[in-house]
C-alpha cells in the first residue's frame, strides 16, 4: 500500500509539479494566445496575469518562442493579488500593433500598477514606434502622445533581467513610484532620430539599481525625474542617445528631490551629453544633492560634463526668471575619453542658488586631442 501511495505521488509529481509545490504556472499559449504575431494576444495575457495573481504563494506566467500581437494597451493591476511573486518568463517577442492610432490614448502599452515581487526574465517587446516619429517629424500635428512600452507605477521589489526593447514610441521602461527595482542586462535600441524615446525613465522612486545594460536611442539613456533616491547606475553603454540625465527638474514649484545617486563606469559614445544635470530657469523648491559620476569613459561626446540651470526649450515661462533648484555635493570622478566641442565641462547654474560643492576629481577630457576648456557660471566646488 505504501509503495503504491509512493509511486502515485512521484507520478503526481512528474505530471503536475506546480500542484505539489506550490508554484502554479500559466502559459499563455494554453491561454489562447497565438504566436503568429498578427493575432491579438491580449485577452490571453491578461487571463494569464489574473489567473497568476489570484495564486497563493509563488505563480509564474510563461511566455513562449514566438511573436505575441498585443493590440491594446494592458493593466496588471497588482492590488487585489494573493500571489506572494509573479514570475514572467518570457522566450518570444511582444509586439505592437503596427498602427499607432489602436493604442488610442493610452500613455503606456504595458502598465504594472501597484504590484510587489513581478520579475520579468527574457523577452524582446517591440514598440512599431516608426510610424509615430515620422507623424512627430512631419511638423503636421494631430499626433497622439505615444505610449512607453513598459511601466511599473507605485510597485515593490521588482526584477527586469535580460529585457530587449525596441522601437518605443515614447520611453521604453518607466518606474514611477517604486521601492527596491533591479534592473540587469537589459538591451535599448531606437534610431538617434528618434523623439522622446527615452531608454530608462525614473522618477519617485527609491532604491532603482540599473547594471550591466546597453542603451541606444533618440533621448536620454537614463532619465531621472524628481523625488528619486538611492539610484545606482554602473556598467551601462550609452549610445547614442541624449546621455545620462537627472532632470528636467523645476518643472513645478512643488518638486521633491533627487539625492543619493551613483553612475559608475558608463561609457557614452557619440552622445549629445555625457552626464547631466538639467532645470528648467523657473522657481521651484526643488533640489539635487549627493551625487557621483565615476569612471565615466566619453567617446566624442558634445557635452560631457553639464549643469543647466536655464533650459527654456520653448521659451514659455522662463524668461527673465531663475531656477529655483538646489544643487550640491556633486562628485565627478575619473571622468576620461573626448568632446566633440571645445567647452567639456560646462556649469551653468542658478544665480539665486549657486551650485555648491561641485568637485573634479581625475576630469580629464580632450578636444581634437588637446585639453578642452571649462566654462562656469555661479558655481562653487573644487578640482583635485
Ligand atoms: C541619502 O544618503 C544619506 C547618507 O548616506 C542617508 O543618510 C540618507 O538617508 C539617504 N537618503 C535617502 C532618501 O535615500
Ligand atoms: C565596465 O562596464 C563594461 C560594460 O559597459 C564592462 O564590460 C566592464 O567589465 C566594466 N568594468 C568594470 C571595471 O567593472
Not at 37 to 65: H, M, Q, R, Y
Not at 102 to 119: C, H, Q, R, Y
Not at 136 to 154: D, E, R, V
Not at 247 to 255: C, D, P, Q
Request: glycine content about 10%; hydrophobic content about 35%.
Amino acid at each position: 500500500m505504501i509503495t503504491v501511495m509512493l509511486k502515485l505521488f512521484v507520478l503526481l509529481l512528474i505530471f503536475f509539479p506546480t500542484f505539489i509545490i506550490g508554484l502554479s504556472a500559466y502559459n499563455v499559449k494554453s491561454l489562447g494566445a497565438k504566436s503568429d504575431g498578427k493575432t491579438d494576444a491580449t485577452k490571453a495575457f491578461v487571463k494569464a496575469w489574473n489567473e497568476a495573481c489570484n495564486s497563493l504563494g509563488k505563480s509564474k506566467i510563461l511566455v513562449p518562442k514566438g511573436r505575441y500581437l498585443i493590440q491594446n494597451a494592458i493593466k496588471f493591476d497588482g492590488r487585489k493579488c494573493r500571489s506572494t511573486t509573479i514570475d514572467i518568463d518570457i522566450k518570444g517577442s511582444i509586439v505592437a500593433p503596427s498602427d499607432y492610432r489602436a493604442l488610442k490614448d493610452s500613455a503606456i502599452w504595458l502598465s504594472f500598477e501597484s504590484v510587489n515581487g513581478v520579475t520579468i526574465t527574457g523577452g524582446k517587446f517591440d514598440g512599431k514606434g516608426a510610424d509615430l516619429w515620422n507623424c512627430k517629424m512631419s511638423g503636421k500635428g494631430g499626433c497622439p502622445g505615444g505610449a512607453t512600452i513598459l511601466a511599473f507605477s507605485n510597485s515593490n521589489n521588482i526584477v527586469i533581467r535580460g529585457l530587449t526593447s525596441l522601437n518605443s514610441q515614447l520611453f521604453h521602461i518607466a518606474f514611477i513610484g517604486c521601492n527596491n527595482v533591479k534592473v540587469q542586462s537589459v538591451k535599448v535600441l531606437a534610431p538617434n532620430n528618434s523623439p522622446n524615446t527615452d531608454g530608462i525613465h525614473v522618477q519617485s522612486s527609491n532604491g532603482v539599481t540599473i547594471l550591466n545594460s546597453k542603451i541606444s536611442t533618440g533621448d536620454d539613456c537614463v532619465s531621472v525625474g524628481s523625488g528619486t533616491s538611492a539610484l545606482w547606475i554602473e556598467n551601462v553603454l550609452c549610445g547614442p542617445g541624449h546621455g545620462i540625465s537627472i532632470g528636467s527638474l523645476a518643472k513645478e514649484m512643488n518638486e521633491a528631490g533627487v539625492q543619493n545617486v551613483t553612475v559608475k563606469n558608463v561609457t557614452f559614445v557619440g552622445t549629445q551629453n555625457g552626464v547631466r544635470i538639467k532645470s528648467w530657469g523657473r522657481p521651484s523648491n526643488g533640489f539635487v544633492k549627493n551625487v557621483v559620476f565615476q569612471q565615466c569613459n566619453m567617446i566624442n561626446v558634445q557635452n560631457p560634463i553639464l549643469i543647466d540651470q536655464n533650459y527654456c526649450p520653448s521659451k514659455v515661462g522662463c524668461p527673465g526668471k531663475v531656477s529655483g533648484v538646489k544643487i550640491s555635493d556633486i562628485i565627478y570622478q575619473d571622468i576620461h575619453g573626448s568632446s566633440a566641442t571645445e567647452i567639456a565641462v560646462k556649469f551653468d547654474c542658478s544665480s539665486e542658488h549657486p551650485c555648491k560643492n561641485i568637485i573634479l576629481d581625475n576630469v580629464k577630457l580632450t578636444y581634437k586631442d588637446q585639453p578642452s576648456v571649462s566654462s562656469c557660471t555661479y558655481a562653487d566646488g573644487s578640482t583635485k
